[in-house]
């Protein structure tokens, strides 16, 4: 799988709240950077985006303008916009922002090993 597809797969992981569909592309390493903090470790980012799934029902999750700034054979960087909607406490909610995320390649299998998301350009 190239690292597009992975990004393409993790956006589609994302969109069904579904930790098992979310962790194969997850380096053992990764490192995940919201608005609320930092989180260092797969065990780490597993409780997290399970907290987020747990309070966002009815999530739809989508990337676009991906910008790929760097690919090579064994890292790729991609810069791009996210938005989501869902119902938080019976509210209908959503929010939107960038994002980068870094890939590496280790025995020939992509994996996420870092991911930044923050708020859109003001």
Not at 8 to 31: F, G, I, R, T
Not at 34 to 41: P, R
Not at 45 to 69: C, G, L, M, P
């Amino acid at each position: 799988m190239k690292p597009q597809q992975v990004l393409k797969s993790y956006e589609l992981a994302l969109a069904s709240q579904d930790w098992c569909l979310v962790e194969p592309l997850m380096h053992k390493n990764v490192c995940v950077t919201f608005s609320n903090g930092t989180f260092k470790g797969i065990e780490e980012v597993r409780t997290v985006f399970e907290e987020n799934f747990s309070s966002i029902k009815d999530e739809q999750y989508s990337i676009s303008k991906a910008h790929w700034a760097h690919i090579s054979e064994t890292e790729a960087v991609c810069l791009y916009c996210f938005s989501w909607k869902g119902i938080i406490e019976g509210e209908h909610c959503s929010g939107s922002g960038r994002g980068t995320t870094v890939l590496i390649n280790e025995n020939g299998c992509w994996q996420i090993i870092t991911e930044h998301l923050g708020p859109n350009e003001s």
